[in-house]
């Protein structure tokens, strides 16, 4: 399957939420490119994006694990 780039946007609005999130993305780390992370702390949220060098379905698992998380909200965006 082919690779595809992407940007995944986490919001974590449940900062108990941030070892779980940590260790998804340390579980998928071989296709991780680089991690931008944002403590927003005036507004009680981390920001975390992730660039992917992933096949789809790989892209996909990662952000529905984030997003069932509860105080966690992951949305990817494709590059064409």
């Given at each position: ?14 900062n ?8 998804l ?12 992370g ?27 694990k ?15």
């Amino acid at each position: 399957m082919e690779n595809r780039i992407a940007i995944l946007g986490i919001f974590i609005e449940d900062n108990a939420q941030s070892g779980q999130v940590n260790a998804l993305l340390h579980d998928y780390s071989e296709y991780v490119v680089g991690r931008l992370g944002v403590p927003y702390r005036e507004r009680k949220l981390s920001v975390i994006c992730v660039v992917l060098d992933a096949p789809n379905d790989i892209i996909s698992a990662l952000s529905g694990k984030l997003g069932r998380l509860s105080g966690v909200k992951a949305k990817a965006q494709y590059a064409k």
